[in-house]
């Protein structure tokens, strides 16, 4: 606490005059690019990685980077708080990108594969269950993350598994389908400070070098969404299937 402390007075005193101006115009109201979603993980910090400003992402974060999926009528199959967050930014903020990031070492697939059940904490283990469907990829027999550890590949595999439940939702499944809407799939190698991203024509996540970024950003450059790399290809009922290999990553 001694150094959040520390921190607020170094940005009271020196920070905040070169900041003041953006801060009076964000105070009129906020208009993100992006929803960004990812792990509560004290590692993983998201303006940081993307070199963003204040008011430049609208950002959701908990502990296995999980988003529960939507029931048949469009409400949460478990804690509202992510279903509202990606409604309040679709609808009111109307973000054309979202990003879900895992990363390495995650204690929540860690806790995973490790049963589930986490002792004295009923919320946590109950909480995990909606990753549940990635471990059950893993365990099926998925080639993502091959080389990696198991619990790397389980947390790859869930970045996967949370895109298919962001997709279940109706608002989601319109957007897309609209063109209105991209879904991204990014993680986090912590030990490199490497930034991977899931291409479908790979089928695996790949480093986000000069020459990935170059070609995102081509596809990005137009004036409509179109699918690509950075979109849920869905069934019929507006799911992904399988290990990944339907889904995708803005890029080719």
Not at 8 to 17: A, E, M, N, V, W
Not at 25 to 44: M, N, V, Y
């Amino acid at each position: 606490m001694k150094k959040l402390i520390r921190g607020l007075l170094d940005f009271q005193l020196k920070g905040r005059p070169a900041y003041r101006e953006m801060f009076a115009r964000l105070a009129d109201g906020q208009s993100p690019d992006c929803l960004f979603i990812s792990c509560s993980d004290s590692r993983l910090v998201p303006n940081l990685l993307v070199s963003t400003d204040p008011g430049d992402l609208f950002v959701v974060r908990n502990v296995g980077n999980l988003v529960p999926p939507s029931d048949a009528t469009g409400v949460s199959t478990g804690d509202q708080s992510e279903a509202a967050a990606l409604e309040f930014a679709l609808s009111n903020l109307e973000v054309e990108d979202v990003v879900i990031c895992g990363h390495s070492s995650c204690g929540a697939m860690k806790a995973l594969l490790g049963g589930g059940q986490v002792p004295g904490a009923p919320n946590l283990s109950r909480w995990l269950e909606h990753g549940e469907a990635a471990l059950r990829t893993l365990k099926a027999g998925s080639t993502v993350g091959e080389g990696l550890s198991e619990y790397d590949r389980l947390s790859q595999l869930n970045v996967l598994q949370q895109l298919r439940h962001v997709g279940s939702y109706p608002v989601v499944k319109e957007r897309v389908a609209a063109g209105k809407l991209r879904l991204h799939g990014w993680w986090f190698d912590i030990g490199s400070a490497q930034v991977h991203v899931w291409r479908s024509a790979h089928g695996r996540f790949i480093p986000m070098t000069e020459l990935v970024g170059e070609a995102l950003l081509r596809e990005l450059s137009g004036d409509v969404l179109s699918p690509g790399d950075g979109l849920v290809a869905s069934n019929e009922n507006g799911v992904a299937n399988g290990d990944g290999r339907h889904l995708s990553v803005a890029g080719t």
